[in-house]
């Protein structure tokens, strides 16, 4: 099985974890009540959504017939739509448990923005050519707004709240500051392979690496953040 091969399958993963991590958030939000409920709703929307669209892109590379690297590249633009509607559902879930620990109430609205910043940034450094000015350009804008958002977590510490509430507001914090970290590496990654040798097998390489990166990471950032959401809520 070549690289391109298991590429294909990886978006085939991708649907199959963000289709039960759909299933098993709508059956713990039956269990749930108040703001445990909802954040079992936001869970549920986030991976629904991202199912639709992995479903749209396992189609798009062919699986589990021949494709080629063309059509892994042709999933960048529904890649990003997933994110855009995605991470600033996530953040609310996040503003959500945080606001039970005594966050101020602008916080989500702050961390919303600049990831709208971070996704829109991030999509113009991707679209242009391989080492202009541009791509870094958006690139460094994106990285920055990530950098913001990652400090402001860093930075926010519980004042009230339960245990539970208070170590699933820890945890959540580390899948955005360090689970959102890997998408910056696997675009630079593949800006660094495809401009220092972009030769046919080098192309390959780089798009199939970061398509990989890619779906890993959001499957933990998703499904992986909506369970320890939960978790939250449960221990209570």
Partial sequence: MDLLTITQ??????FVAMAAGTFYFV?????????????????ALITFIAAI??????DMVSFPFAGDVYLISNTMPVRYLDWVLT?????????LIASLAG???GLTYRLVLA??????????????????I?????FVISSVA???IAYTLWQLKPTKGTAAVKAAISNMKKFVIFGWMVYPIGTAVQEILELNNPDAETVKLAVCSAAIIYVVADVVNKVGFGIFALKAFKKD
């Fill in 146 to 148: 990530w950098v913001y």
């Fill in 53 to 58: 669209l992995y479903s749209l892109m396992k």
């Fill in 115 to 132: 990831d709208i910043v971070m996704i829109v940034t991030g999509y113009f450094g991707e679209v242009g050519a391989a080492g202009s």
């Fill in 9 to 14: 399958a990886m978006f085939m993963l991708g």
């Fill in 134 to 138: 541009g791509n870094y350009v958006n």
């Fill in 87 to 95: 991470t600033p559902l996530l953040l609310i879930e996040f503003g």
């Fill in 103 to 105: 966050a101020e109430k």
């Fill in 27 to 43: 059956l713990e939000r039956g269990e749930l009540k108040g703001e445990g409920r909802t954040s079992a709703t936001y869970a």
